[in-house]
């Protein structure tokens, strides 16, 4: 699809820089500073997670086939050549040395399946793991993935989706990687008609992080529905980024970005809506809020809206602002300590967009991590 402004200028070999467009809020520099060893040893797993479901674990980049369980939809990793146009993706094509392949046949449920990223090393070292997830028709899959770690190291994941005709896949991700890693993950999704693809990223951890959402719907009614929260603190910096291409009529797309920032800590949030020609009844909706919880934190948020269709129903919001203090007033007056209090009206303003997390498993991860980032503030 195209993706005006979006494009890696063919004489670029390195990572992209402000210049770009889709780069212009997030300064890569601090990353391109730093020599990273490629040939990372497998290293120690360290505390790894478990939902009660099939795991898949990745130690540095790599398969541990001894911490993971086995499934009857995997296929082992083959290179492939990026044919798109994003950078780092390109930069993951030449560097990927593994990942995994989830084939799920025509029909089928899958159930649930845990992915986990474990980074632990003594130097800085990459990984550029290249997943691929394939749903037939009507099959389902509820994916939960987990990227964690220790020291300094750049993890640099592209997931590429392909769900046909009447499939499902809940996708789930939470990024809780060292304080001194960088995360820069792009995730592709083709949807097909009457597909759905439901997807939730809590942002916690990294240094600087990038998740960079590009979902196509190609099929009538298909549906994505695209929520994150980005909880940051000191000088951490995040980066939500979508694109959202209405390639075809009747389909719905939602997209609900919620930032809590608070010591020096940055948010971005980039979304863009392309709707067709060809897309008429297309409904898009995009809403993003950040809380500030402190005078140095920041907020960038840029929406866009592509449309070339005559009948649609496409809106965006944006809203960046503090606590209320008359709410945390209220609540004090009512015998509940100030801390409890800001927690309580933290908690609600980030319930939209765990909405969409049905998968208990997934919800009560979510929920236990940013009581604990709470407790850590």
């Avoid at 995009?286 to 929406?303: F, H, N, V």
């Amino acid at each position: 699809m195209a993706m005006p402004g979006w494009r890696l200028p063919e004489t670029m070999t390195a990572l992209p820089t402000r210049k770009l467009e889709a780069f212009r809020y997030t300064d890569l520099r601090a990353l391109a500073a730093i020599s990273f060893a490629t040939n990372m040893a497998t290293g120690q797993a360290g505390d790894l997670p478990a939902l009660g479901i099939p795991r898949l674990v990745f130690l540095n980049g790599r398969f541990s086939a001894a911490h993971s369980d086995t499934i009857p939809f995997t296929r082992d990793f083959t290179p492939v050549a990026d044919d798109g146009a994003l950078p780092l993706a390109q930069i993951n094509a030449g560097e990927a040395q593994d990942g995994i392949t989830l084939d799920i046949s025509e029909g089928v449920d899958a159930g649930a399946v845990l992915l986990v990223s474990h980074a632990a090393g003594t130097g800085p070292f990459a990984f550029h793991p290249r997943h691929r997830i394939t749903l037939g028709a009507g099959a389902r899959l509820v994916l939960v993935e987990v990227a964690q770690g220790d020291g300094v190291y750049w993890h640099n994941p592209v997931t590429d989706i392909v769900l046909h005709e009447g499939a499902k896949l809940a996708h789930y991700r939470l990024q809780d990687e060292s304080r001194e890693a960088f995360h820069l993950a792009t995730i592709r999704v083709n949807i097909a008609g009457l597909a759905a693809y439901e997807s939730f990223t809590a942002c916690l951890g990294a240094k600087l992080s990038r998740a960079e959402f590009h979902a196509r719907l190609h099929g009538a009614r298909a549906h994505a529905h695209i929520n994150a929260a980005q909880i940051l603190g000191t000088t951490q910096l995040g980066d939500f980024t979508t694109v959202i291409n209405h390639a075809a009529p009747d389909c719905a797309s939602r997209q609900t970005v919620k930032s809590v920032l608070s010591g020096a800590a940055r948010g971005v949030f980039q979304g863009r809506i392309e709707v067709d020609r060809v897309a008429q009844k297309t409904d898009g909706y995009q809403m993003t809020q950040a809380l500030l919880l402190s005078p140095g934190a920041e907020m960038d948020i840029k929406p866009e809206l592509q449309i070339f269709a005559d009948d649609v129903k496409c809106s965006h919001g944006a809203t960046i602002g503090a606590l209320d203090p008359e709410q945390i007033f209220y609540l004090r007056s009512r015998g509940i300590p100030e801390a409890q209090a800001r927690e309580m009206l933290i908690r609600a303003f980030l319930d939209e967009a765990l909405e969409p997390v049905s998968f208990a498993p997934a919800r009560e991860l979510f929920e236990a991590k940013i009581a604990a980032w709470w407790a850590g503030t």
